[in-house]
């Protein structure tokens, strides 16, 4: 069994900056894909970024240029770096895994989520 926490979430001006970490823990022996998702009040979720186990990212139209996803294999993290933040950017901000656990089969993860609020 896994867990996925995200942390880095807060209140930011327009055009500033945040840096969302997800950290994965338990019985693991290997993340494949990760991604983050994301859920505005009122709207459907939607993928925000993901990166594969070879390192290869897809990013929304929405955020190409300004958020960057990456991930550190030795610390089971992915982190997503957000910058000239946007209000259409609010939402709650969720972290999501491939994750092969020890003796287990390959599933998908979820984090509880950290709120993103952009707002002057």
């Known amino acids: 069994q896994a867990q996925l926490v995200e942390s880095g979430g807060g209140l930011v001006q327009p055009g500033g900056s945040l840096r969302l970490s997800c950290a994965a823990s338990g019985s693991i022996s290997s993340i494949n894909t990760m991604g983050w998702y994301r859920q505005a009040q009122g709207k459907q979720r939607e993928l925000v970024a993901v990166?594969?186990?070879?390192?290869?990212?897809n990013y929304a139209d929405s955020v190409k240029g300004r958020f960057t996803i990456s991930r550190d294999d030795r610390k089971n993290t992915v982190y997503l770096q957000m910058n000239s933040l946007k209000p259409e950017d609010t939402a709650v901000y969720y972290c999501n895994a491939d994750i092969l656990s020890t003796g287990r089969s390959l599933r998908g993860y979820w984090g509880p989520g950290t709120q993103v609020t952009v707002s002057s």
């Open positions: 990166i594969t186990r070879g390192g290869n990212t």
